[in-house]
């Protein structure tokens, strides 16, 4: 596993939040068709066929997204596995608290209550190791 790997899983955290966000306003939307659709008002045959393609589409964006969110877990998952392997409580709490949860290097030597020059060189040594 390489440091940028490491560094693409806050980006891949970030952006599972969004599209979840996303997924929950097309379901909204979805749900606000369907209550026009269902409707006891008479409506013209091309609105009709309008909202029926809107449904469609949407529940087509939906399904990319939720296919997208599975890739997305996958590499969460194989990010996990590679902290979990380490046999150091530390060296997993640094790669966590950095590649993670996306702390600053002086919030974790704070956390950790290490030196700025020790948390790098034993963040070195931990990225050694994983590759």
Sequence with gaps: MTKEELKGYIETKREMEIIEEKI???ESKK???KSMIIDDMPKP???QDRLGELLG???ELIELYNKKQDKLFKQQIKIEKC???LE???DRN???LKYIDGYTWERICVE???GWNGIHKRHRKILDKIR
Excluded: A, F, G
Aim: proline share 8%.
């Design 24 to 26: 929950e306003y097309l």
């Design 31 to 33: 749900t606000s068709i």
């Design 45 to 47: 045959e091309p609105e």
């Design 57 to 59: 589409e949407i529940e």
């Design 83 to 85: 902290i979990d392997k």
């Design 88 to 90: 150091d409580p530390t």
């Design 94 to 96: 640094i790669l966590r």
């Design 112 to 114: 950790l209550n290490y």
